[in-house]
C-alpha cells in the first residue's frame, strides 16, 4: 500500500499486543532465532508509518513479562523492553495483567522512563485514585486541522484474583466497561475529536462467563467509542480464531459496528487499523475502516537488537550455570496423557519447601500443572529437557511466570472438586467417535492441575462437573474416582495442607472453593526459586516421585493428539497406544491414541 492508495483523511493506528518480552527473536530457552519480536516488527512498522500522512503506535500491554530476561532486571537503570517503545516512537501503553507480575512499584517505575504516556483507568489505589492516567488526550497535525485523539486503556479485573499477593493490600480494580463509561464525557469535554480504547482484554458474546474479563464488547458499544484495540487472548481478529456471533464480525473488523483489532501476540504481527475520517457540523467520526496485520522483517532493527545484546549474554551466563543431573528426559509433551515427569519435578519441590516452612499434622500434598505445554504458543512451547546436566535453563523452562507459592488447608471433598475442575483439559469423549481430540481447547493445559499425595483415574468419557467458569452445571457428573491417600479411600471430611502457586489459591482459572480456603502461610517463596533450590539440593542426580493419576475410561476411546517433537516414552504412556499421524507444515505432530480401559 502506498500514500497515494490511502484517503487523505486516514487515521491509521498502528499496535502491538502481549508481546511477553519478545524484544528480538532470540529464545533464550533454546538455541533458535525466530523472525518474531519487536526489533523484526520495528521496520515493519516504520513502513507502516512511512504510507501514510496521520499515524499513531500503541502497545496493548503484558510486554514486561514473559522471558528468563526478567530475572536479571532488577539492577538495571531503565527496562530494555520501555527502551525499545522509546526508540522506536510510540504513542501510548497501556498495562496488561501480566505487566503486575512483579508488583505495581516496578512498573510505575517503568513509566517514569516511558516516553509515551502509560494509561488505565480501572487500575486504582484503595482510596480510589489512578495509579496511572485514565485517560491523555494526542494532539496532532491532521491537514490544515489538528485532530485531538483521545486514549484510556484497561485490563482485566480478574488480575485482583490472579496477582493477589501483589495487590490486595494497594489495589482495587473497577469493571472495565464502567471505566470507559466514566472518563469518556471527561475526555469529550476536554476536547478529544475521537476516543480510542486500549483494552487489554479479549472478545467473547454477551452473556458469556468470561465477559468482565473479556470486556472488548460490551466496551465497543459503548456511544462515544471511535476504535478498539484488543489483546490478552493471543489471538487475532478480524480473522478465523473468532466465530461470528451477535454483535462480534470477524470477517468485517468490528464489535457492535465499532472497528476493532487484536494482534496476535510475541511480536507475531502488527495491527494497523485505518480510519478514514470526516468532519461535519458535530466534529469528526469515523466513516469507514480497513483492518489489516504485517508480518515481521527478515531483517530486524539492529537499534533494538544491540539493545537487548547485553541482556541476553548476562542471561545466558545465569541459564548456563549447572545446578544437578537427571537421567531422563523431562518434558510436557504427553501431559494430557500421563503424569508429565516435569509436572512431578515441580511438585516434589513444592512438597519440600512446604515440609520444610510449614508447621502442621496435617498430611501435606502438592499441587501443580504444565506452564509450558503447547496450545498458543505452538509447537516449540513445551518444556523440553534432556537427560544429563540440569542448569539454570531448566528452572526457567518449568516456571515461566513469577508466581508465589502459598500453603493452605483444604478439605477432601475441595480436592475432588479441584481435580474435577482440572480434568476440564480433557474433552468429553465418546466411545463411538473415532479422531476426537482429547484435549478440550477451552482449557488451557496451565490448568490441569495434578496433585501429589493423591492417586486418582480420571474418565473422559463422563461429563464435565464444572464449566470452565467454575458453575457447577452437573452436580451428579465424576470423572475422577478411586481416589485414595495414602492407600485408603479419600473421604470428604479428610483434611490436608496443601502447597499451591498463588495464581490458583487466588482463583485463577475460576476454579471453585478457593475463596473459602485457610491461608497458613502466603508466601513460602517464589516458584521458580524454590524449584532451584530443590535442585542444588541434589547435584548428584533427582529421583522424581512416581505418578499420581491416569487415565482410564470406562470403555476404549480413540482420540487424537497434537504435540511437539518427540516420541513418547512407551513407560510413560503404557498402556495406551500410539500411532504417528503425521506432522502438520507448522511443526505439530499428530498421533492415533487408543485409550485403554485397562489402566495400569
Known amino acids: ?116 504516556p502509560m494509561v488505565c483507568a480501572n487500575l486504582l489505589s484503595l482510596e480510589g485514585e489512578p495509579f496511572f492516567d485514565p485517560y491523555r488526550i494526542l494532539t496532532i497535525p491532521f491537514g490544515d486541522d489538528v485532530l485531538r485523539v483521545g486514549i484510556t486503556g484497561i485490563l482485566p479485573p480478574r488480575v485482583m484474583r490472579w496477582n493477589n499477593h501483589h495487590l490486595h493490600k494497594h489495589a482495587q480494580m473497577r469493571d472495565s466497561t464502567d471505566a470507559v463509561r466514566a472518563v469518556l464525557p471527561e475526555m469529550r ?46 489471538r487475532v481478529f478480524p480473522g478465523a480464531d473468532f466465530p461470528h456471533a451477535d454483535g462480534i464480525d470477524p470477517i468485517h473488523g468490528t464489535l457492535a459496528g465499532t472497528p476493532a483489532i487484536m494482534a496476535g ?89 512446604g515440609r520444610r516452612t510449614v508447621t502442621t499434622d496435617l498430611p501435606m500434598l502438592a499441587v501443580a500443572s504444565p506452564l509450558r505445554c503447547g496450545g498458543r504458543a505452538g509447537p516449540s512451547g513445551y518444556t523440553s529437557i534432556e537427560s544429563g546436566p540440569l542448569k539454570n535453563r531448566a528452572v526457567a523452562d518449568l516456571c515461566p511466570y513469577p508466581n508465589r507459592i502459598i500453603a493452605a488447608e483444604v478439605t477432601g471433598a475441595q480436592m475432588i472438586d479441584w481435580l474435577e475442575m482440572a480434568s476440564l483439559h480433557l474433552a468429553h469423549l465418546s466411545p463411538q467417535r473415532a479422531g476426537q481430540p482429547l484435549v478440550n481447547p477451552d482449557m488451557p ?13 480420571i474418565d473422559p468419557t463422563q461429563p464435565y462437573r464444572f464449566s470452565v467458569s467454575g458453575r457447577l452445571v452437573n452436580p451428579e457428573a465424576r470423572r475422577i474416582t478411586q481416589i485414595t491417600h495414602n492407600g485408603a479411600a479419600l473421604k470428604p471430611t479428610d483434611k490436608f495442607v496443601v502447597i499451591a502457586n498463588s495464581y490458583r489459591i487466588a482463583g485463577g482459572g475460576n476454579f471453585p472453593s478457593m475463596s473459602d480456603l485457610n491461608i497458613i502461610n502466603e508466601n513460602i517463596g517464589g516458584m521458580g526459586e524454590l524449584i532451584a533450590e530443590w535442585l542444588r539440593d541434589h547435584p548428584n542426580g533427582i529421583t522424581l516421585p512416581p505418578s499420581a493419576w491416569q487415565i482410564r475410561p470406562a470403555v476404549p476411546v480413540e482420540v487424537s493428539y497434537r504435540t511437539g517433537s518427540g516420541d513418547p516414552d512407551p513407560a510413560e504412556i503404557f498402556p495406551h497406544v500410539f500411532r504417528p499421524a503425521g506432522k502438520t507444515a507448522d511443526g505439530w505432530f499428530d498421533w492415533d491414541v487408543s485409550l485403554s480401559a485397562a489402566g495400569v
Open 445 to 457: 493445559a496451565y490448568n490441569f492441575d495434578a496433585v501429589l499425595g493423591l492417586n486418582y483415574v
Open 1 to 116: 500500500m502506498t500514500s497515494s492508495s490511502v484517503p487523505p483523511n486516514t487515521l491509521r493506528l498502528i499496535c502491538t499486543t502481549d508481546l511477553h518480552m519478545a524484544i528480538d527473536g532470540t529464545r533464550l530457552l533454546t538455541a533458535e532465532v525466530e523472525e518474531a519480536g519487536l526489533a523484526a516488527l520495528s521496520p515493519a512498522i516504520a513502513t507502516a508509518r512511512a504510507e501514510v500522512a496521520h499515524s499513531l503506535l500503541f502497545d496493548i500491554g503484558d510486554a514486561f513479562q514473559g522471558s528468563p530476561l526478567t530475572d536479571d532486571l532488577e539492577d538495571v537503570a531503565t527496562h530494555p523492553m520501555q527502551d525499545a517503545f522509546n526508540l522506536i516512537g510510540y504513542d501510548g501503553q497501556t498495562i496488561g495483567n501480566h505487566d503486575l507480575d512483579f508488583g505495581i512499584d516496578a512498573l510505575r517505575q517503568m513509566q517514569k522512563t516511558a516516553v509515551a
Open 189 to 234: 469535554a476536554g476536547g478529544a475529536d475521537i476516543v480510542i480504547v486500549l483494552a487489554h482484554c479479549g472478545i467473547v458474546p454477551l452473556g458469556h462467563d468470561d465477559l468482565d474479563e473479556q470486556a472488548a464488547l460490551p466496551i465497543a458499544m459503548l456511544d462515544g467509542v471511535d476504535a478498539v484495540l484488543c489483546g490478552h487472548q493471543h
Open 265 to 353: 501476540w510475541a511480536g507475531q504481527r502488527i495491527g494497523v487499523l485505518d480510519l478514514s475520517l470526516k468532519q461535519d457540523r458535530n466534529g469528526w467520526s469515523v466513516d469507514s475502516h480497513r483492518a489489516s496485520f504485517r508480518l515481521p522483517q527478515t531483517e530486524p532493527d539492529t537499534r533494538i537488537s544491540a539493545l537487548v545484546a547485553p541482556h541476553i549474554i548476562r542471561a545466558r551466563v545465569r541459564l548456563d550455570a549447572q545446578i544437578s543431573h537427571t537421567d531422563r528426559p523431562i518434558n510436557t509433551k504427553f501431559a494430557a496423557i500421563a503424569h508429565s515427569p516435569a509436572v512431578r519435578l515441580v511438585q516434589a519441590a513444592l512438597l519440600a519447601a
